[in-house]
């Protein structure tokens, strides 16, 4: 809005009706006799206050050591998908029966423990990488994992809302079956939230080569699973869908890969001995969905595994390609295996996994402190 002076009366006028007052007026910049001397200035410059607290995101730098992190981070600027625009409408959710409805849901609902917790778990531990200033490729690989996850969530997210209307917990299901899935749902997410609350303490707790050996378990276990729903699965929404998130769960793996090639020859024996003993955590954690949740960790009823056994029959019978048990055993531990090969080379050894036959370190579980996740 354009205000003239009006010459003597000293009054601002405007097109408005408002008018602004002689004594507001604010007097031009004071004028100096002659330019700043920059020795001068800093003779008698003060140096700001040292900033001492231990978790601060300032100063700020831009230094990047693995220029493999950053190669990567810009691969994935376009990720080449958006959940919105799969083919939902291909989905006739009126040819599946209830029951095959709520066992698909319970799939993704089940899935959402480690998925759709994964833009809070990398955004938190991009936070983290700003307050112990890494280097900025660690940073953005963290960014760009949160992105990618929030993608992961929101397809779970319409799987399950299509399928089950304010599912997965606010519906009433019609059937014995649908009321099994919704007890079931419930236990899964008290253990998703007992594993967030460890993971926050944990977060902090843990230097950066660690935590990536941790995330590096996680994304071995997401690629591997979403590989074979690929595979298996013949609804194609689905199959587009998992196609999409194993190829960023790959592109995951290679951050974890590239920053750890340059991180695990400079580990300390009681780091790497750390490492051990997250991989076991990460393996408990993680069969809740690779292969049958173990009671290590996971806190269920008696009811649980036969209602799952069931659920997932139904689910396959609608074309949806969760693998038998055997196959999910045989699957998880090639997957563990290829990660064995990875660090032994390094002289991380690897912890024992009797559940799926892999020989190794026994090594003490805390269920305080699990990092991994999809
Ligand atoms: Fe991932
Ligand atoms: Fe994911």
Partial sequence: MSKKLNGNSGAVVGS??????????????????????????????????????????????????TPRLMEIYDSSRDPGWSP????????????????????????????????????????????????????????????????????HEEVCGKAITLLTPNGPLGYEPETLLGKLARNNIEWLYHNGARYWRGYKKAVEMYPMGILFSSFLFGEVASSTLFHS??????????????????????????FCLALLKEVLPRMTQEEKDTVTKQFRAGFIFLSGILYEPPEEFWQLPKTFLPAQRMLEDVARSAGFGILDLE????????????????????GVKFPALPEIDVEGEDVAFDAEKIVPIF
């Avoid at 196959?327 to 390094?346: F, M, Q, S, Y």
Wanted: charged share 30%.
């Fill in 327 to 346: 196959e999910r055993r045989e699957n998880w531990r090639t997957a563990v295996v290829r990660l064995k090969t990875i660090v032994e080379p390094h």
């Fill in 229 to 254: 729903m690929y595979q298996n699965t013949t609804i194609p929404v689905f199959k587009e869908a998992f196609r999409n998130i194993g190829r960023d769960e790959g592109r995951h793996l290679s």
């Fill in 84 to 151: 919105a625009q799969l083919p939902w409408d291909t989905l006739d959710v009126e040819s599946l029966t209830l029951d095959q409805r709520y066992a698909i849901s319970y799939w993704f609902a089940l899935l959402s423990v480690f998925d759709a917790s994964g833009p809070a778990v990398f955004a938190r531990a991009m936070i983290h990488a700003y307050e112990t200033h890494e280097e900025d490729a660690i940073r953005k690989c963290f960014f760009s994992v949160t992105r990618d996850e929030m993608n």
């Fill in 16 to 65: 408005s009706s408002s008018t602004i007052k002689e004594e507001n007026i604010v007097n031009a910049p004071e004028k100096f006799d002659a330019m700043p001397n920059p020795e001068e200035l800093l003779l008698n410059k003060e140096d700001a206050p040292a900033i001492t607290d231990r978790l601060n995101i300032f100063p700020f730098d831009w230094r990047v050591e």
